[in-house]
Nanobody
Framework: QVQLVESGGGSVQVGGSLRLSCTASGYTHCCMGWFRQAPGKEREGVAAINRYDYTTYLDSVKGRFTISQDNAKNTLYLQMNSLKPEDTGMYYC???????????????WGQGTQVTVSS
């Protein structure tokens, strides 16, 4: 059974940083990703990474966010710098059937961790 557990969310001021972690077990997927959902908005893909460490980002986070993975620890990370109020939302990690930041590619989801950026 696939289990994904996120952590690391919190409240920060504009320009601050957070690092999200997602510990995974019970899966053998090619790829993983981070998604987010703001109140009243659809869930959107933020970043994805495959087994070769090839990465893809949402345009609005390029240069500010970095997705990475530690296979020995079965952990996925999202380093978020220069945070903006529009980055506020619930952040989810997911296993992906194929590389990309589209929600249609996601198989399994974590429970989410809240990120709030205030000005």
């Amino acid at each position: 059974q696939v289990q994904l557990v996120e952590s690391g969310g919190g409240s920060v001021q504009v320009g601050g940083s957070l690092r999200l972690s997602c510990t995974a077990s019970g899966y053998t997927h090619c790829c993983m990703g981070w998604f987010r959902q703001a109140p009243g908005k659809e869930r959107e893909g933020v970043a994805a990474i495959n087994r070769y460490d090839y990465t893809t980002y949402l345009d609005s986070v390029k240069g500010r966010f970095t997705i990475s993975q530690d296979n020995a620890k079965n952990t996925l990370y999202l380093q978020m710098n220069s945070l903006k109020p529009e980055d506020t939302g619930m952040y989810y990690c997911a296993t992906l059937r194929s590389h990309g930041i589209w929600t249609e590619y996601a198989d399994y989801w974590g429970q989410g961790t809240q990120v709030t950026v205030s000005s």
